[in-house]
T-cell receptor
Framework: ETGVTQTPRHLVMGMTNKKSLKCEQH?????MYWYKQSAKKPLELMFV???????ENNSVPSRFSPECPNSSHLFLHLHTLQPEDSALYLC???????????FGSGTRLTVV | SQKIEQNSEALNIQEGKTATLTCNYT??????LQWYRQDPGRGPVFLLL?????KEKRKERLKVTFDTTLKQSLFHITASQPADSATYLC????????????FGTGTRLQVFP
């Protein structure tokens, strides 16, 4: 365990489903991030939260909706996804000004 | 546009040799650069951070260099072991004091016994 816990680890959903990904950290970090990782592509930054305030929406389609109820929890709500949204979704956290991000193990999402 | 390039081909080396991975970037002025290791099906794991005013940084068998004139970082693993086999990612901050990281595609390293 890295200290950042993501659930579920695997998710298969239909294009009309609604699901949520969850990320949790108790490391005292004050910034949290969602990244998407597709095969043979670099990690794509999706959303940034600093002190639970969203500070970045990197041109992500509205079918992805983030929520950060407190500095320890981050959600990614999914609805009416497309097959090309199938990817590994990674959550990360950091203490602003400190070394490195701590990543979770990711949620492997398959849209059918 | 901003771009980070890492060797797209896998790097295969023999155990005990030094592995050298390259990260080149354009249209950036990052305040720091980071290296991560990623194993299949797992999230990246932070290894080292080097700041723009540092030329070299070491941690155990790892060494990172940062040349802001060449816009390049080199990542070295000395006395490589099969357990070092993984994908290594280079990441740069945006240079805008936001702590947002932009990642390269990674280089896959395979160390053979």
């Amino acid at each position: 365990e890295t200290g950042v816990t993501q659930t579920p680890r695997h998710l298969v959903m239909g294009m009309t489903n609604k699901k949520s990904l969850k990320c949790e950290q108790h490391l005292g970090h004050n910034a949290m991030y969602w990244y998407k990782q597709s095969a043979k592509k670099p990690l794509e930054l999706m959303f940034v939260y600093n002190f639970k305030e969203q500070t970045e929406n990197n041109s992500v389609p509205s079918r992805f909706s983030p929520e950060c109820p407190n500095s320890s929890h981050l959600f990614l709500h999914l609805h009416t996804l497309q097959p090309e949204d199938s990817a590994l979704y990674l959550c990360a956290s950091t203490l602003r000004g400190a070394d490195g991000y701590t990543f979770g193990s990711g949620t492997r999402l398959t849209v059918v | 546009s901003q771009k980070i390039e890492q060797n797209s081909e896998a790097l295969n080396i023999q155990e005990g040799k030094t592995a050298t991975l390259t990260c080149n970037y354009t249209n950036y002025s990052p305040a720091y650069l980071q290296w991560y290791r990623q194993d299949p099906g797992r999230g990246p794991v932070f290894l080292l951070l080097i700041r723009e005013n540092e030329k070299e940084k070491r941690k155990e068998r790892l060494k990172v260099t940062f040349d802001t004139t060449l816009k390049q970082s080199l990542f070295h693993i000395t006395a490589s072991q099969p357990a070092d086999s993984a994908t290594y990612l280079c990441a740069l901050d945006m240079g805008d004091n936001t702590d947002k990281l932009i990642f390269g595609t990674g280089t896959r390293l395979q160390v053979f016994p």
